[in-house]
């Protein structure tokens, strides 16, 4: 099973609002990411995450504040967001060594509006 | 130069050709190479994974990669209009952080449409 699974779908929010993205996958992957994408855009790494500890942050607002509970789930919790921050945020896990599998397995997305 | 260029399209093609993309990219060190299927709106899709240089056919596609021209390619055989979507290279070098992670780096995406 390579299913890397996301919710909520869709999500409108305001700019004052308080929200979370959820993500998981049961691959037994150690390295999992958050991407941002817009319309006619390739994924944009936001944040990565190995063995459960963040190892990368793509200098990304502090507005967006990711999480990963445990090896299976990663959250990304939204404070605060701007109109532009409205796109498909995708989730992704991975193999930590490439030599392991060097492919990326992405989820469907949570297409978020900030309104 | 960007490290990955992939001609964005619009490829347009009748339904049974056989589909040509491709992309070309900069770092030698780049190892491992993906093609992605992204339909609208929807999360990209492995397609295809290869390691280094050579073929790997999986039923109706095929990926090639030339590292020596720093060129990957996709075929796809027998297109179906279901094929119509955003394929999108993707590739990353082994450089293995202390944190044990790595980043893909992506082409564009070119827009395929095929017509039935």
């Known amino acids: 099973d390579t299913e890397v699974t996301q919710t909520p779908k869709h999500l409108v929010m305001g700019m004052t609002n308080k929200k979370s993205l959820k993500c998981e996958q049961h691959?037994?992957?150690?390295?999992m990411y958050w991407y941002k994408q817009k319309a006619k855009k390739p994924p944009e790494l936001m944040f990565v995450y190995s063995y459960e500890k963040l190892s990368i942050n793509e200098s990304v607002p502090s507005r967006f504040s990711p999480e990963c509970p445990n090896s299976s789930l990663l959250n990304l919790h939204l404070h605060a967001l701007q109109p532009e921050d409205s796109a498909l945020y995708l989730c992704?896990?991975?193999?930590?060594?490439?030599?392991?599998?060097?492919?990326?397995?992405f989820g469907p997305g949570t297409r978020l509006t900030v309104t | 130069q960007k490290e990955v260029e992939q001609d964005p399209g619009p490829l347009s093609v009748p339904e049974g050709a056989i589909v040509s993309l491709n992309c070309t990219y900069s770092n030698s060190a780049f190892q491992y190479f993906m093609w992605y299927r992204q339909y609208s709106r929807k999360g990209p899709e492995l397609l295809m994974y290869t390691y280094s240089s050579g073929n790997k056919e999986d039923g109706r596609f095929t990926a090639q990669v030339d590292k020596s021209s720093k060129y990957i390619s996709l075929f796809i055989r027998d297109s179906q209009p279901s094929d119509s979507a955003t394929y999108l290279c993707a590739m990353s070098a082994n450089e293995y952080s202390g944190a044990g992670s790595y980043q893909l780096t992506f082409g564009k995406g070119t827009k395929l449409s095929v017509i039935p």
């Open positions: 691959m037994g992957h150690r390295a």
């Open positions: 992704a896990s991975s193999q930590v060594v490439p030599e392991l599998g060097g492919e990326q397995y």
